[in-house]
């Protein structure tokens, strides 16, 4: 059983639309990060969080520590939001979700 | 912002040479880095932490006489996979860190033994 687990695995959308990405953890975490890793590999850090909710641009990421939950959230979606994007949580050890893979359709 | 440099990109060596990796925190001292390794189409999995002037923590399953860990200075981590196998080859990511600052990943070598 993985301690993150994420969905969708892969998601298509159209240009434009509201996209959502769920990440739930079975562990106790100090921060949960969401990261954004493109085609060619390199990684981003998106947010990292601890509890409520910050927003960058037309990101937003929200956490429930209760629920032990996190969403990512992206508003008008573009092609150039077409990426991988992982939930990856600081406990005892990092432990890291497998992914969401994300096209934007123009 | 920070940003973290991560040296080569790419790399092709023979099996049994070794090949060192560079990671360095350009604008921040970076009191810890974390080492990754990404194989195709699956997630990241830590590798190893360092501390300057420290000895890298492993994670369980690394060997840590393969993937040597030298952490001089706040700014420079690097990792040596010595003697190489085509089994080593993977996508290898750094990340550093400061206190409060998060991570800031560098953008990964990927390397190919032949």
């Known amino acids: 059983k993985n301690e993150v687990e994420q969905s969708p695995q892969n998601l298509t959308a159209q240009e434009g639309e509201f996209i959502t990405i769920n990440c739930s953890y079975s562990?106790?975490?100090?921060?949960l990060h969401w990261l954004q890793q493109h085609p060619g590999g390199g990684i981003v850090s998106l947010f990292m969080?601890?509890?409520g909710k910050k927003k960058h641009g037309r990101l937003i990421a929200t956490i429930n520590i209760q629920e032990k939950h996190s969403s990512l959230h992206i508003t008008a979606s573009h092609p150039r939001d077409s990426a991988v994007y992982i939930c990856?949580?600081?406990?005892?050890?990092?432990?890291f979700g497998t992914g969401t893979s994300l096209t934007v359709i123009p | 912002g920070a940003v973290v440099s991560q040296h080569p990109s790419r790399v092709i060596c023979k099996s049994g040479t070794s090949v060192k990796i560079e990671c360095r925190s350009l604008?921040?001292?970076?009191?810890?880095m974390f080492w990754y390794r990404q194989f195709p189409k699956q997630s990241l999995m830590l590798m190893a932490t360092?501390?300057?002037?420290?000895?890298?923590?492993?994670e369980q399953g690394v060997e840590k006489d393969k993937f040597l860990i030298n952490h001089a200075s706040l700014t420079l981590s690097t990792l040596t996979v010595t003697s190489a196998h085509p089994e080593d080859s993977s996508f290898y990511i750094c990340?550093?860190?400061?206190?409060?600052?998060?991570?800031?990943f560098g953008s990964g070598t990927r390397l190919t033994v032949v």
């Open positions: 990340s550093a860190s400061r206190q409060s600052y998060g991570y800031t």
């Open positions: 562990v106790g975490i100090s921060a």
């Open positions: 969080l601890s509890s």
């Open positions: 990856a949580v600081i406990g005892n050890q990092f432990y």
């Open positions: 604008d921040f001292q970076a009191t810890t």
């Open positions: 360092s501390n300057e002037g420290s000895k890298a923590t492993y």
